[in-house]
């Protein structure tokens, strides 16, 4: 009986271990699309695929505030790149109770987005705005107009901060910590919402000045140098809103007004007077040196 136990379970099992064991010919059984582990989960970027964004969070600012150190700002500026324009920097203490959701760098969101976003961070936080104008860009440069504007954010928040992220490089001069974070706005939540709030900001500006300088097309490209802005600028000439020294603008001014640029002085024509002056200078010298003799 035992012998014949054998028999008839040794080839049920085979027939089960085989049943098991997928066809040579079958299909492979696909891999599950798109699956991300919940850690990068985030947007993808537009126009590439595959491409993965990690939204910016509130991890530094808490950090800070677990260590006693608040209130803590983000700050950041828009329309550094113009034609024309101000800059407009913003600075945003977070409320760490009522952080409002969908807050990122706003590069990566639509207009609607922004003005949503915009309205519910100047209901929960603390919000400043300063503006550098087109004279001050022209005086100082771009990059010091953008950084006095920063400073200025900063200062006129109705609660001074004892911290401060800026998008960037450079560190602002204020009475706080300091820390520039590069590519903050996609990092740091309190500097995406700044640059929210700047750039809405500065877009609202631009839809107002294209009331007054129309057919230049300020309501759409924001004064970026689009090629629908640089054929105004060709047609039209510069206005008072577009800044002197960018390259494009100093071309149309030349062609369009030409008696507001300064010639170029030759260096070269300056040294030929300078020697001449010497010469003449050193020959009365032997003049009256000889009228001695």
């Not at 590069?107 to 929960?124: G, H, N, Q, S, Y």
């Not at 689009?226 to 039209?236: F, I, K, T």
């Amino acid at each position: 009986m035992r012998r014949r136990y054998r028999l008839r379970t040794i080839p049920a099992m085979i027939r089960d271990q085989s049943a098991r064991k997928p066809a040579k010919d079958a299909p492979k059984k696909a891999a599950p699309e798109n699956k991300v582990a919940p850690k990068k989960m985030a947007k993808a970027l537009p126009g590439r695929k595959g491409a993965i964004i990690v939204a910016p969070s509130f991890r530094r600012e808490r950090a800070l505030i677990k260590r006693g150190v608040w209130p803590v700002a983000g700050c950041d500026e828009a329309g550094r790149g113009p034609l024309a324009g101000p800059v407009v920097a913003a600075a945003v203490i977070l409320d760490p109770d009522r952080i409002p959701r969908g807050i990122d760098d706003s590069k990566r969101l639509t207009a609607e987005e922004r003005e949503r976003l915009f309205d519910r961070i100047c209901a929960t936080a603390q919000v400043s705005v300063a503006v550098a104008s087109r004279s001050r860009i022209d005086r100082d440069n771009i990059l010091r107009a953008s950084l006095w504007a920063l400073k200025r954010a900063v200062v006129a928040l109705p609660e001074q901060p004892r911290h401060v992220f800026v998008d960037g490089r450079d560190r602002l001069d204020t009475e706080c910590d300091c820390e520039a974070v590069i590519g903050g706005d996609g990092i740091v939540l309190s500097i995406a919402a700044a640059s929210i709030v700047a750039k809405v900001t500065r877009d609202r500006l631009m839809c107002a000045l294209a009331q007054d300088c129309p057919g230049y097309g300020f309501e759409q490209h924001k004064g970026y140098a689009v090629p629908e802005h640089l054929d105004a600028l060709n047609r039209l000439g510069p206005t008072v809103h577009h800044r002197t020294f960018f390259a494009p603008v100093a071309a149309a001014r030349a062609k369009h007004m030409p008696w507001t640029v300064e010639p170029a002085q030759d260096l070269f024509s300056v040294t030929e007077v300078e020697v001449q002056v010497e010469a003449s200078v050193e020959a009365s010298v032997e003049a009256d040196a000889s009228a001695n003799l």
